[in-house]
């Protein structure tokens, strides 16, 4: 089942990856309250493995805007679950698993500011800034990859190979 998947990202340097990215955000936020919305499906287990670092007041809340079907991103996008709540005046942080094209994050970025929150940051565990279409920026970002399609630790390839410990690259 695994055997036609290399590891690009080993599960040991995520770990100590998402230590780095977790003290710079107890560092950016203090004391203050801060909104986790972990976009879903893909963000589900780096944003679990990252909040379980966060040592301030944290909220956490879910979105799912899809554009990507097969390997191939079709470019249009789909509000399938949306925020049940306003974020209006609250300290944002959109986690994404990876910032490829950036049309998703662009989207949701568009759509969480029109909620006029006091501050929106973008973390992505992810980054393939060679496949970027739209100008977008993580403030945060955990590994920038090659144009590979890379899949385990929440990333799927048809829905497959979420739950691998480590991220790794489909081979044929
Ligand atoms: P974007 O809108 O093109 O930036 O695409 C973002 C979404 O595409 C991510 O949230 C993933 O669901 C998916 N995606 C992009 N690249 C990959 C990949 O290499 N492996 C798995 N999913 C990917
Ligand atoms: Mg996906």
Redesign the pocket.
Known sequence: MKENISVLISEEQIKTRIAEMAAQLNEMYKDETVYVVC?LK?AFIFAADLVRQMDMDVRMEFVCAS??SGTE?TGKLVMKYPLDKTMEGKNVLLI??????????KYLCDYLKEQNPKTVRLVTLLD?PD?RVVDIQADISGFTIPD????GYG???DQRYRHLPYIGVVNG
Do not use: P
């Not at 994404?96 to 994050?105: A, M, P, S």
């Not at 590979?148 to 899949?151: A, H, T």
């Open positions: 976009t893909g554009s990507y991103s994404e698993d990876i910032l490829d094209t950036g049309r998703t994050l393939k496949r590979k399609f890379v899949v990333l799927d390839y």
